[in-house]
Nanobody, 124 residues
Framework: QVQLVESGGGLVQAGGSLRLSCAVS????????MGWFRQAPGKEREFVAR????????YYADSVKGRFTISRDNAKNTVYLQMNSLKPEDTAVYYC?????????????????WGQGTQVTVAS
């Protein structure tokens, strides 16, 4: 059974920073890509970032490019999302997910296991 546990969310002022972590149980972590998604109230879940198995390739939504950085530590079975220059529109529940698909995809259906989410609130 694969379990993902996110942490690091909270309330921050606009312009501030947060670092989200996602710990993944099981032996699969280094075999698969990882992604971060977010969902604001009344909106669909949207892609934020993706990192390949080795960490050598990363992809971002245009809305966060240059502000957010995804990284992973395969020795710790953990993926991170460093969020800088936060804006009120970044407010959402953030989810990490495992993808067994080897090509770049933003489609949530291509992600197989999900965490429970962590709330990020950016005050103006």
């Amino acid at each position: 059974q694969v379990q993902l546990v996110e942490s690091g969310g909270g309330l921050v002022q606009a312009g501030g920073s947060l670092r989200l972590s996602c710990a993944v149980s099981g032996r699969i972590f280094s075999s698969y890509a990882m992604g971060w998604f977010r969902q604001a109230p009344g909106k669909e879940r949207e892609f934020v970032a993706r990192i390949n198995r080795s960490g050598g390739a990363t992809y971002y939504a245009d809305s966060v490019k240059g502000r957010f950085t995804i990284s992973r530590d395969n020795a710790k079975n953990t993926v991170y999302l460093q969020m800088n220059s936060l804006k009120p529109e970044d407010t959402a529940v953030y989810y990490c997910a495992v993808s067994r698909v080897y090509y770049y995809t933003r489609n949530p259906d291509d992600y197989d296991y999900w965490g429970q989410g962590t709330q990020v609130t950016v005050a103006s």
